[in-house]
């Protein structure tokens, strides 16, 4: 285990901001002494970390957005900090999801693909896997988790009541998540029936009910130090809002674009999308929802008086997809990246962060820093002063949230594997991004190499220019991942699944 090395070496001044009443050092407790009482205890912060569902880099009005307004999300930039090199755990949702509460990379993460169970679900955590949950809950949180899981099956060792979280409520499978009106939803190991969408009824919107039980969780926790995982299906497909917002919206994103998908009905409810004549309309809908729930989620903590000592994220799990009627060539939604979900390219995987965390955080500041989902894990774990494995990949960038960059450690490189779309791989080393596409079925598939300096949209392969980055490039892919034996990633599986 890795001892919490920032708080210490950061001192007095830091430990202070950290709202620290009383430490076990003795030096430092005597320093404190003169400016508060030593009986007092640590105060940990409150952690609310909020997960879009394929929201693009471009799909905030404070990363360039000009179609929609975001406001209340763009707030969080004015009052904390704005990352512009912060990137997801995958490409896809469990693989992403996996690499953020585990604190590893897809060549080392437990899920590292949409492994799909039935009748509903996906393949699960093993229950050995020591999750961000399980560490803050060591540290004295209370854990909650609302929207989409898609790390286990109901019941299985990868249920998130099993996998650190006191409560769950929302959906279990990411492939149900599709639907924005489901028949079920689960509160922890229980199936809730929602009685106004049996039959042919749409009466309840699932995100709408989800975000209830999230305020009911904050409010609850007040007085305690409590993690809010708020992972909310918007925008994934399928596109649907409720009437009263697309009515907002209607005639207002032309030309509109249909969506040929299934109709209300029998085939409702098993992961196909509904058909949509305004997706336009609907998606832009729906980020105003998922914008005035955020908004509604910080005048919650305003109210309950807790804002001061509550850390607030907000990010997205990977690019913006063109399922369902998607469409971000419309809306520019990775801004000035190539690729979307499913890409590598760094529209498939840079995705906006925002945190604020008053009193710590300068309001609108604005990092480079180059972070990723698995360093979320030993972020919080230090920010909670308990320790975190040896083992992750992750690197704590609490040092950049409060101003140390001098003591701010940097990645060797970055890392992704995609085990669909014939297999592809990524590295991030400093400035040049290598990705390799089609590596299932030729793993000899040359590497495309660009310097994100000079070229964020990578339009321009060097690879030929500069060989020895190449080289560079190949042996991290070849040394950056394990094997696993339930997602496997090599040419002989490949070839005989085909």
Known sequence: MRKNRHLISIGLCVLLLLGCKESSNKSTENSMNTAQSSSENIIK????????????????????????????????????????????????????RSALLTGMHTGHTVVRGNKEMEPEGQYPMPDDTYTLAESLKKAGYT?????????????????????????????????LGHHYYPDHLWSNRDSIVIEGN?????KVYGPDIIHQKTLEFIEKNKKEPFFAYVASIIPHAELAAPDSLMQKYRDKFLPEKEFVGVEFGEAYGDGHYLSQKESHAAFVAMIDLLDQQVGEIMAKVDELGISDNTIVVFTSDNGPHREGGGDPDYFDSNGPLKGTKRDLYEGGVRVPMLVKWPNRIKPGSKSDHISAFWDVFPTFSDIAD??????????SFLPTLIGDTKNQKQHEYLYWEFHEKGGRQAVRKDNWKAVKYNVLKNPNAPVELYDLTNDIGETNNVADAHPEVVRQMEAILKEARTPSDVFTFSQETFLNSN
């Open 198 to 202: 049996k039959g042919l009824k749409k």
């Open 45 to 96: 912060p409150n952690i609310i970390y909020i997960l879009a569902d394929d929201l693009g880099y471009g799909d905030l009005g404070v990363y360039g957005q000009i179609k929609f307004k975001t406001p209340n999300i763009d707030k969080l930039a004015s009052e904390g900090m704005l990352f512009t090199q912060h990137y997801s755990g995958s490409t896809v949702c469990a693989p992403s």
């Open 386 to 395: 308990v320790n975190s494995p040896d083992n992750l990949d992750g690197i």
């Open 143 to 175: 854990t909650g988790a609302f929207g989409k899981w898609g790390l286990g099956f109901p019941r299985s060792e990868g249920d998130p009541v099993n996998q650190g979280f006191d409560t769950f409520f929302g959906y279990n499978c990411q492939r």
